[in-house]
């Protein structure tokens, strides 16, 4: 665990640092060797600088999480209509009516409903 903890610290780039002509260095070790750095503002952390590559192979397993997480959940709302399918349905007219209105108290209601 140490050794991740030293690596961490050796990624945490002062802002300043930038400023201070270590940038090319900076960016060098971020595009050859790979290297992401943890920047810090006011001792504060608010960027990563990672490699474009990087950032290319995380945003196509962000992409791919997507597209699964959308299967996901379709396969989800599939088995909640199939649950559903033989179940007792009521109209939406009974269900106004069970709840003490008419259908004309609605239409009227909505009229007076400005959407903006």
Same mark, same amino acid.
């Given at each position: 665990m140490s050794a991740t903890l030293l690596d961490l610290t050796e990624?945490? #780039?002062?802002i300043?640092?930038?400023s201070q002509g270590k940038a090319g260095k900076i960016?060098?070790?971020v595009a050859e060797n790979n290297n992401?750095?943890?920047?810090? %503002?006011?001792?504060q952390p608010t960027a990563v600088l990672i490699s474009v590559n990087e950032y290319r192979d995380t945003? =196509? /397993? #962000?992409? *791919?999480?997507? %597209? +699964? +997480?959308? /299967?996901?959940?379709?396969m989800r709302l599939l088995k909640l209509a199939e649950s559903r399918?033989?179940?007792n349905t009521t109209s939406f007219e009974s269900f106004v009516n069970e709840?003490?209105?008419? *259908? =004309?108290? +609605?239409? %009227?209601?909505?009229?007076?409903? =400005?959407?903006?």
């Amino acid at each position: 665990m140490s050794a991740t903890l030293l690596d961490l610290t050796e990624r945490l #780039v002062p802002i300043s640092d930038f400023s201070q002509g270590k940038a090319g260095k900076i960016f060098n070790d971020v595009a050859e060797n790979n290297n992401e750095y943890i920047v810090l %503002k006011n001792n504060q952390p608010t960027a990563v600088l990672i490699s474009v590559n990087e950032y290319r192979d995380t945003q =196509e /397993k #962000v992409a *791919m999480l997507e %597209k +699964l +997480l959308e /299967k996901i959940e379709n396969m989800r709302l599939l088995k909640l209509a199939e649950s559903r399918v033989n179940s007792n349905t009521t109209s939406f007219e009974s269900f106004v009516n069970e709840e003490g209105y008419s *259908m =004309e108290e +609605l239409e %009227k209601l909505s009229e007076s409903v =400005e959407f903006e």
